[in-house]
């Protein structure tokens, strides 16, 4: 039986310093603490975060830590960066840290050296993304390859299309990478659209080889490629990235183009993994070697820095502050970057399937709330659609915002005197500052407002938010900011006593797609499945498809 948190001596003290803080406006604690801007600030590698906006006193801060301690939050980290099967209804390692390990730093896991391991494969992998560059690797025809098509999904999907995009100014032009999820056939047959399959090189990404989505698309991919070139070409168009070699052959593709990575990387935290090849394809091995070197930067940070000042376990503490004192139900994650329109989405896996849990590691059940809902799209344009909710809704939604100093593709304003990215953060730190502190009925009153518009103009503020500023949008930033939010969600779920690496939640729906499938195309023809309204639903579908 694991020991129940919420009836800790430091989850109990926390209770008792949120009547204390609750009702205290964002306002009154600056103005009772004016050096908290300052210093309620934490370094992170080139990250320089700002947690001062929260809800939260200094002794709240305090008591947030001692939780964290409670828990036993550096046993489990150093357990984990140790090789132990912290994944335990797994019984697996959880090594994504070694991924990132430079040359010369050891990591055993399971008897075995996981950085020599990492290094054989980025090796490999910088081989070949080496030659697709420079057009060593031919397609069938003798052709350049111009695009590669990744096919996967989840976290052989979401990570490489966001991570992608977000560096789309350290691509190569001359190759394009396109990201196949979706079994519904619109997303392969659009990214398909206008291809030469003499120039198109699919990767097939699946940590599993078994997943249902990818193997679909794989085979439809492997058809049209087939049809235009021949089975012969499909050895120098397609290879798979994988930890099952045994099923990446039965799928027919040769092992010698498989990149292969293990069972200790768990689907949502593998972009740094071989999963990462199509990005590394585009943007070259060195800067990949940047996107680790940046992750490692936040590993170290996390491994070493007192807990007073680490800065994933505060912003994890502050998670749970909010879900579990002040019952918030989700965090929006606000980038102000446009190439970062696909983080919130690649966080929502990262927390969602890690921390959406209720038991704890034991199976007992657990006591609180777990699994921080994340949401969020880049700013500005968020600012024009839910923002008004942020501000003025009756829903406590603490926010985080992303920006950086110096923009990839700066443009002048229209009067010429300034940039656009001095815009984009003059808005991202408006909305943090009125989030905030918000303005008064009197306030409001004072400017000779029509009395009937004042409680409708009003800004209550007291909403939290992080600040999260970086230098620029750079592979090593990048990493930087992964790593800051995956070790966030272990943390949180060393508190709630999860096993933030496991998803069995995901199955059954897959098992009973796959039982449906045959009702739906009339092969089967059951009484029942069980459930008036799946039966309905079967008839009503089968009347109308094609
Ligand atoms: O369905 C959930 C999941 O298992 C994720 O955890 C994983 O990222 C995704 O499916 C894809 O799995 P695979 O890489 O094995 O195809």
Redesign the pocket.
């Known amino acids: 039986m694991s020991s129940d948190i919420t009836a800790s001596a430091a989850w109990q003290a926390l209770q008792t310093n949120h009547r204390t803080v609750a009702p205290l406006h964002l306002r009154q604690l600056f103005a009772e603490d004016p050096a908290r801007g300052r210093e309620l600030t934490v370094q992170v590698a080139d990250l320089h975060i700002d947690y001062s906006k929260h809800r939260v006193t200094r002794e709240t801060l305090r008591l947030l830590v001692d939780l964290a301690r409670a828990a036993g939050v550096p046993q489990r980290r150093d357990e984990m960066y140790s090789g132990k099967h912290i994944n335990t209804s797994e019984d697996r390692a959880v090594g994504h840290i070694a991924l990132r390990l430079p040359v010369g730093e050891q990591l055993d896991i399971d008897g075995t050296d996981a950085d020599a391991a990492v290094h054989d494969v980025l090796r490999r992998m910088g081989e070949f993304a080496d030659s697709v560059r420079s057009g060593a690797w031919r397609g069938a025809t003798g052709e350049r390859i111009t695009t590669v098509v990744n096919i996967?999904?989840?976290?052989?999907d979401l990570g490489p299309d966001m991570v992608y995009r977000a560096l789309r100014h350290y691509a190569d032009p001359e190759i394009e990478a396109r990201f196949v999820s979706n079994v519904d056939p619109a997303d392969l047959v659009s990214k398909l659209a206008g291809l030469d399959p003499a120039r198109t090189l699919f990767i097939v990404?699946?940590?599993?080889?078994?997943?249902l989505e990818?193997l679909t698309n794989a085979t439809a991919a492997r058809r049209w490629l087939v049809a235009a070139l021949g089975e012969d070409a499909v050895a120098k168009h397609f290879v798979a990235v994988s930890t099952n070699a045994e099923r990446v052959a039965a799928f027919g593709i040769d092992t010698a183009h498989m990149f292969g990575f293990w069972d200790w990387v768990?689907?949502?935290y593998?972009v740094d993994s071989a999963?990462g090849l199509s990005v590394m394809v585009t943007i070259g091995k060195e800067r990949f070697g940047e996107f680790l070197s940046g992750m490692h930067a936040v590993d170290r940070h996390f491994a070493s820095e007192p807990l007073e000042s680490n800065g994933p376990v505060l912003l994890a503490m502050l998670g749970v502050w909010y879900s579990n004192f002040f019952g918030a139900e989700s965090r929006v994650v606000l980038p102000y970057s446009n190439d970062m329109a696909r983080f919130p989405a690649y966080l929502q896996?990262l927390t969602m399937?890690s921390n959406g849990k209720s038991v704890r590691a034991d199976g007992t059940p657990v006591t609180s709330s777990t699994g921080e809902i994340f949401w969020g799209e880049p700013g500005t344009n968020g600012q024009h659609a839910f923002y008004q909710l942020l501000h003025q809704g009756t829903r406590l939604i603490p926010a985080d915002f992303v920006g950086f100093a110096r923009s990839t593709d700066d443009l002048p304003t229209r009067d010429g005197t300034g940039s656009m990215q001095d815009i984009l953060m003059s808005n991202l730190l408006a909305q943090t500052k009125v989030l905030a502190f918000g303005k008064t009925a009197e306030e409001i009153a004072a400017e000779g407002t029509d009395p009937k518009l004042v409680p409708h103009k009003v800004m209550p503020g007291n909403r939290p938010s992080t600040t999260i500023m970086a230098p620029e949008l750079t592979p090593s930033t990048m990493g930087q900011l992964i790593a800051l939010y995956e070790h966030q969600v272990f943390v949180e779920g060393i508190i709630w006593g999860i096993d933030s690496f496991d998803?069995w939640g995901?199955e059954l729906g897959?098992q009973q797609a796959l039982a449906l499938m045959p009702l739906l195309s009339g092969s089967e023809n059951p009484e029942s499945v069980g459930d008036s309204s799946t039966d309905a639903l079967i008839e009503w579908y089968r009347a109308r498809r094609r």
């Open positions: 996967g999904i989840g976290g052989s990404a699946s940590k599993t080889f078994s997943t990818t768990g689907g949502r593998s999963i896996q399937e998803q995901v897959k």
